[in-house]
């Protein structure tokens, strides 16, 4: 684990509550800056909710309460003071299905976070562009076609168009929710590749349900288990020397 | 080793399909021939009036049965005017409507009012009309006179182009309104995450996600109620006035090519005078697959290609 590195991310005895049933229950857990991380554990264990509730996403939903405190460069984000709004802003997310906006061009969807903070200037836009489309791996693929609807891109690369809008706006975090889950090996490959330059310029944490994936992009692993929080550390660690017998059975395939 | 794939049921079985599908086709048929039996029929039926005034029946505005001129463009002009009225008016305002209901109320209170909005589409067009007379007319009179009055033009009498307007804003805003919510509901979910998670706001996710998701099926929905706008016969001509001119302003009484044909065809004494209603007839029939079949176009072109 670089533990040379600051801390970007840290979280205090976060649960999250859909109505009165805990789904995440006193997670206390750090990331550092500049390095990938991944949530691992079965389905149903926590670990999108928990995700979900770094940038605020469970929000949207009625009847879900978040609770603990996640700092983000020493601020809560849930503080009173904090606008939602500004949160999304500076923690970018990547969804399980690609979900570029169908009735915008290639331009338009990268440009439309910029564009919802008031950006206006031309070259600033089209600067971003590229820089994000070069970022996501996908800039020689379409330069000549930016007009061109997002939705007429292959799957793979509908997602890296989205990781292209989320990078736009410069996050401090990049939350990646089984990024490559719908796509095929070749793509995933592609992504995988992605993530260790994307974390020369953004701290990413990504849930996801395949371990190779895991032991082969991130610097640490949290495995989560019915809510809980079962183990977190350098990724080497937790793969080789697991400390706790539900992770060594999670991770060699005893269950899950 | 022999594949043993089963056969389709010869015999009894693939006769009735037969028999199934002639009755089917029939029955079709029926359909496709009514309706180019009543084309035609409007046709030949209108032929002489379009035969007697050449372009100027669609074209010219003098319409005097007493002399024998029939010229039908103010009523041609009534029906676009009255129809695109009432788009105007009730655009807004079903998709106001249609957004409070699906992103904004909460259940309890979006599901009541939903109903609602749907059980003013299955009032009768008459009781509209009525309701026109006795309610919307008297309640919108001071502001006609206002109006009428700051901007010079003679007194309104109620019953007008701008009744008109109103009342059929107030008969469509159920179907635009209706179709606007089930099409926005139907967003994919992760469309309005995607823009929440760019720090948009809830309008912001509306105007940049929901809107444009839902752009093909609203226009669709404002396309259904344009075409219900232009049809809609009882209760304009129980609001228009039916003047058999082209109106002076927006106040004044006119008439449409629906409302001119309901309020005379019981007189029309000459065969002069009936076929130029039939032959208004169907003008309004071109109009009405017009309008359906640009709609067509439009709607393929704005929906969106699907994602993965």
Sequence with gaps: MNTDRPIRLQTENVGVFYGSKDAVRNVNVSFRSNTVNALIGPSGCGKTTFLRAINRMHELTPNTRVTGKIMLDGQDVYGSDVDPVDVRRRIGMVFQKPNPFPTMSIYDNVVAGLRLAGEKSKVKLDETVERSLRGAALWDEVKDRLKAVGSSLSGGQQQRLCIARALAVEPEILLMDEPTSALDPQSTQRIEDLMESLKQQTTIIIVTHNMQQASRVSDTTSFFLIGDLVEHGATEAVFQTPKDERTEAYITGRFG | ??????????????????????????????????????????????????????????????????????????????????????????????????????????????????????????????????????????????????????????????????????????????????????????????????????????????????????????????????????????????????????????????????????????????????SSLIGIGFVLLVVALVVNFLARIVIARLTPQGTV
């Design chain 2, 1 to 274: 080793m022999k594949a043993t794939i089963p056969q389709p049921r010869r015999g009894s079985g693939s006769r009735a399909d037969a028999r199934f599908q002639a009755v089917i086709v029939a029955l079709a048929s029926i359909v496709l021939v009514t309706a180019l039996a009543y084309s035609v029929v409007l046709l030949l039926n209108g032929a002489s009036a379009f035969g007697r005034e050449g372009l100027g029946f669609v074209f010219g505005s003098n319409w005097d049965p007493a002399n024998g001129h029939f010229q039908a463009f103010p009523f041609i002009a009534g029906t676009f005017f009255t129809a695109i009225g009432a788009l105007v008016i009730a655009v807004p305002l079903a998709l106001a409507a249609s957004l409070f209901i699906a992103e904004y109320a909460p259940d309890w209170l979006a599901n009541p009012v939903a109903y609602l909005i749907e059980l003013l589409a299955a009032i009768p067009s008459v009781v509209y009309g009525l309701w026109g007379i006795f309610v919307l007319i008297p309640a919108t009179l001071p502001f006609q006179k206002w109006l009428a009055s700051s901007l010079g033009w003679s007194a309104p009498i109620g019953p007008g182009l701008f009744s008109a307007m109103l009342l059929l804003a107030v008969m469509i805003i159920p179907f635009i309104a209706a179709i606007s919510r089930d099409v926005i509901k139907l967003v994919p979910n992760d469309q309005r995450e995607a823009a929440f998670a760019l720090g948009a706001t809830k309008w912001e996710v509306i105007r940049y996600a929901v809107l444009p998701y839902a752009r093909a099926g609203i226009l669709g929905g404002v396309i259904l109620g344009l075409g219900r706008a232009i049809g809609e016969t009882l209760a304009v001509t129980m609001v228009i006035g039916n003047a058999n001119r082209f109106p002076q302003n927006l106040l004044s009484p006119t008439a449409t090519m629906s409302s001119i044909i309901a309020s005379n065809f019981g007189e029309a004494s000459s065969p002069e005078f009936v």
